[in-house]
C-alpha cells in the first residue's frame, strides 16, 4: 500500500505526522508492505503549514492514479472568522484584501480561509481524479474533508471532520457523522487533529492486517478510541 500525504499551505504539521508516524511504522512491521511519502499539488516544495512556520519538505507531485491512498490533512489556524461562516464567504475573505494590516492578518490565520486558498491550486482537480480512482482510497483528517466538501466532492457521502466543522461539512451535501473515524468504503474520513493516530491504525488493520495494526498500537503506546463508523448493518433505533 503506497500512501501520498498531501500538503498544502497552511496544513496543520500533527494532522499529516500523526498518520504518517504510524503508516510508516507499518511499513516496517510488515515488511516493506506499506510506503508514505509526502506530496503537493505543485511538486517538490517547500510547505509551510499553519503551525509557527514549520516546514516540511514534499518530495513530488499528487499522483492521482496511482493505486494506494491519498491522505489530506487540515489546516491549522484561528478556529473564528465573521467572514466566513460557509465556503462562499471563506472565498470572499481571500478575495477581497480590505480591511486594516491587523484585520487582514487575522482573517489570512483562519482555517476557513487556509482551506478555501488550497481550493485556489490544482489541489481540487487533483483530488476528484483521486476520487473517482477505483484504485486509489481518500482518506482525510479533521479539516481535510472540508476541502473535498467545499470542492463539491462529497455530496451524499459520509464523512467526518473536527467536530467545530460539523455543521459546515453538512451544509455541503455530505452525511455529517459524528465519529472518530468514518468508512465510507473509497473514502476514510477522521475527526479533529489526533484522530490521524486511529486513521493510519485502521487503514493499517484493513489494508494490511490486524496484527500488524495492534503491534504499531503497541508500539505507539496509542489505544484507538470509538467504533470506526461505517453504512454496514441495520439502522439504529431511537433510544
Known sequence: MHVQIVLFDGFDPLDAIAPLEVLHAGGTASGGAVSVELVSAEGPREVVSGVGGLTLRTTGVLEP????VVLLPGAAGRVGDPQADDPDAAGDAVADGGGTA?????RDDAIPVRLARALETELPVLLKAAMVDARVTVATVCGGSLVLAMAGLLQDR????HHLGL???GATGAHAVRARVVDDGDL????GVTSGLDLGLYLLEREVGPRIAHAVEELFAHERRG??????????AGF
Open 65 to 68: 492514479s496511482r493505486p494506494g
Open 102 to 106: 491587523e484585520e487582514d492578518g487575522m
Open 158 to 161: 459520509h464523512a467526518t471532520t
Open 167 to 169: 455543521d459546515l461539512l
Open 188 to 191: 476514510v474520513t477522521a475527526a
Open 227 to 236: 467504533v470506526t463508523w461505517r453504512t454496514d448493518g441495520p439502522e439504529p
